[in-house]
C-alpha cells in the first residue's frame, strides 16, 4: 500500500480492503508499521465523530514509535487537540469562515480567477495545477492572512513538501521553516497591533480578526495565533487545489457530463459535491487514535492504536452508493451526503470558501475555455506521492488560443 501505483489508483486498494472487512489491521509502511484502517462509509462517518477516537498528537505522539521533529506549532494545532481545548480554539477561529465573510471574498476570488485565466488564455496550453489550481487558493489564503506575495512560492513548497516527501528530516525542516516564517508574521502584527490598534469597525485582515478575536472573555495566544495560521495557509490551499485539479480531469474524462455543466452553470453546485465525493481531495483523514477499545460492527480496535480513516474509500463505498466508481453529477444524495469535508467536531472550517473557490473556478474555465481538453493520456498523467492527498502533480491541458 501506498507506493506509486497506489497513488495512481487508491480505489483498487479500498475496494479491496472494503470487500475483506471495512474495519481492519493492515501494514502501512516497509518498516513493518501497522493501523487500522477505516474503509466502509458508515463505520468512518461514526470513527470521524467518535470521542474516544483522539486527535491528540502530544499525548499520543509515541505511538509512531519514531523520534520525529515536526516543529510544535506544525503538529498541535487546533486540528490536533481534542476538546475542550479544540472547542474552544475552534469558537475562537470560525468566526473567520462564516458565509457572510465568505460572501464578501467571492469578488476577489472572481478577479483572481480571471488574471490567472487572462495570462494563459492565450497561450493555448498549460499545466493547470502550476498555473491555475495552485495559485487560485495560494492567493486566496495568502491575501487573506496577508503572506506578503513574493513570500507564497516559498511557502507553498515547503507546505507541498510536508505531504510528498518521503525523506522524514526534510519533511521536519518544512515544518519548522513553516512555523519560523509565521512566528515571525505573526509577531510582526502583534508590533503593528500595539503600537497603533486598528479603530473600531476597520477591516484589518485575517491575522488581526485572529489577533482581535474574543469570545466571553477568552481570546487566543501569540503561539496559538502562530499554530493556526499555519494550519490555515496549509489546510486553506492544499485541497482546494486538489479539488479543482481533480474535478477538471472527471469532466475531461466525461465529455458528456463536461458539455452538460457548460452549458447549465447551474449544475456545478451540485457537481462539485459529487467531485468531492468521486475523487476526494483529503484521502484519508488525519490520523486518530484509540483512547479506549472500540468496536465498530464485529471488529474491535484495542486501545492505543493507530486509526486511519479513508475518506476517499468511504466515499466509494457500494453500501451508500450505487455505482460508486461511475461519475454521475445528478447523482441524489445531495450536499451532505459525503465525508470529503470530515464529520463531527473536526468538520472543515473552511468548507464555505472550499466550495465557493471551486464554483468561480470551473465556472470561469469552462466559460472561457470551452474546447479545454486534455493533452496526455490518463496513464501519464502523475500523481502526488502523498498519503492522504490525492490530487495531481500536474494536470496538461489545450484549448484554441484566444484572448481573454
Ligand atoms: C476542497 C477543499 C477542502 C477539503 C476537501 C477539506 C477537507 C477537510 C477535512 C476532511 C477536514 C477534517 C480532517 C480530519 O478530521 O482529520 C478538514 C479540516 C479543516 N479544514 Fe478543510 N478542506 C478543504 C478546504 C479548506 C479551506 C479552504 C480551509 C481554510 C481556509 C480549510 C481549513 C480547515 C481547518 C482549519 C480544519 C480543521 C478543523 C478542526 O480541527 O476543527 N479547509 N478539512
Same mark, same amino acid.
Given at each position: ?15 479491496? #480492503? ?17 493501523? +487500522? ?51 474552544r480554539l475552534r469558537r475562537l477561529a470560525a468566526q473567520a469562515f462564516t458565509s457572510t465573510a465568505v460572501d464578501r471574498l467571492r469578488p476577489r476570488i472572481q %478577479?483572481?480567477?480571471? %488574471? ?5 488564455? =492565450? %497561450? ?26 513574493? &513570500? ?5 513548497? +515547503? ?22 516564517? *509565521? ?17 473600531? !469597525? ?28 499555519? #494550519? ?35 449544475? #456545478? ?38 486509526? *486511519?480513516?479513508?475518506? !476517499?474509500?468511504?466515499?466509494? &463505498? ?5 455505482? =460508486? ?13 459525503? #465525508? ?9 472550517? !473552511? ?18 475555455? =470551452? ?8 496513464? %501519464?498523467?502523475? +500523481?502526488?506521492?502523498?498519503?492522504? *492527498? ?5 494536470? =496538461?491541458?489545450? +484549448?484554441?488560443?484566444?484572448p481573454f
Amino acid at each position: 500500500m501506498f507506493d506509486a501505483d497506489f497513488h495512481r489508483d487508491p480505489y483498487q486498494v479500498f475496494d479491496r #480492503l472494503r470487500s475483506q472487512s471495512p474495519v481492519q489491521r493492515v501494514q502501512v509502511s516497509s518498516r513493518g508499521h501497522h493501523a +487500522w484502517l477505516i474503509t466502509g462509509f458508515a463505520q468512518a462517518r461514526a470513527a470521524l465523530a467518535d470521542p474516544r477516537l483522539s486527535r491528540d498528537t502530544r499525548r499520543f505522539g509515541y505511538l509512531f514509535g519514531n523520534r520525529r521533529d515536526i516543529a510544535p506549532a506544525i503538529q498541535a494545532t487546533m486540528l490536533a487537540t481534542d476538546p475542550p481545548d479544540h472547542t474552544r480554539l475552534r469558537r475562537l477561529a470560525a468566526q473567520a469562515f462564516t458565509s457572510t465573510a465568505v460572501d464578501r471574498l467571492r469578488p476577489r476570488i472572481q %478577479q483572481i480567477t480571471d %488574471q490567472l485565466l487572462e495570462t494563459i488564455a =492565450p %497561450q493555448g496550453a498549460a499545466d493547470l495545477i502550476a498555473e491555475f489550481a495552485v495559485p487560485l487558493p495560494v492567493t486566496v489564503i495568502c491575501e487573506l492572512l496577508g503572506v506578503p506575495e513574493n &513570500d507564497r512560492p516559498q511557502l507553498r513548497y +515547503w507546505s507541498d513538501t510536508l505531504f510528498t516527501t518521503a525523506d522524514a528530516t526534510v519533511r521536519d525542516e518544512a515544518s519548522h521553516y513553516i512555523a519560523d516564517y *509565521m512566528t515571525a508574521l505573526v509577531a510582526s502584527r502583534y508590533h503593528r497591533a500595539n503600537r497603533s490598534p486598528a479603530p473600531p !469597525g476597520e477591516d484589518g485582515d485575517l491575522l488581526d480578526t485572529l489577533i482581535a478575536a474574543r469570545h466571553s472573555g477568552d481570546r487566543l495566544s501569540q503561539e496559538e495565533v502562530v499554530s493556526l495560521a499555519a #494550519l490555515l495557509v496549509i489546510a486553506g490551499h492544499e485541497t482546494t487545489t486538489n479539488l479543482i485539479g481533480n474535478a477538471v480531469l472527471a469532466l475531461l474524462l466525461n465529455p458528456d457530463q463536461q458539455a452538460a455543466v457548460a452549458t447549465d452553470p447551474d449544475l #456545478l453546485a451540485p457537481a462539485i459535491e459529487e467531485f468531492l465525493r468521486y475523487d476526494s481531495p483529503l484521502g484519508i483523514a488525519t490520523v486518530r487514535f484509540t483512547s479506549e477499545p472500540v468496536a465498530y460492527g464485529p471488529t474491535v480496535i484495542p486501545a492505543e492504536q493507530i486509526v *486511519m480513516i479513508c475518506i !476517499g474509500a468511504a466515499n466509494r &463505498d457500494p453500501a451508500y452508493y450505487p455505482a =460508486p466508481a461511475a461519475l454521475d453529477l445528478a447523482r441524489a444524495g445531495g450536499r451532505h451526503g459525503h #465525508l470529503a469535508f470530515g464529520h463531527g467536531p473536526h468538520y472543515c472550517l !473552511g468548507s464555505v470558501l472550499a466550495r465557493a473557490e471551486a464554483r468561480i473556478a470551473l465556472e470561469t474555465l469552462l466559460r472561457r475555455l =470551452p474546447e479545454l481538453r486534455l493533452d496526455a493520456t490518463p496513464e %501519464q498523467l502523475v +500523481w502526488r506521492p502523498s498519503r492522504m *492527498m490525492r490530487g495531481l502533480r500536474t494536470l =496538461p491541458v489545450r +484549448w484554441h488560443p484566444r484572448p481573454f
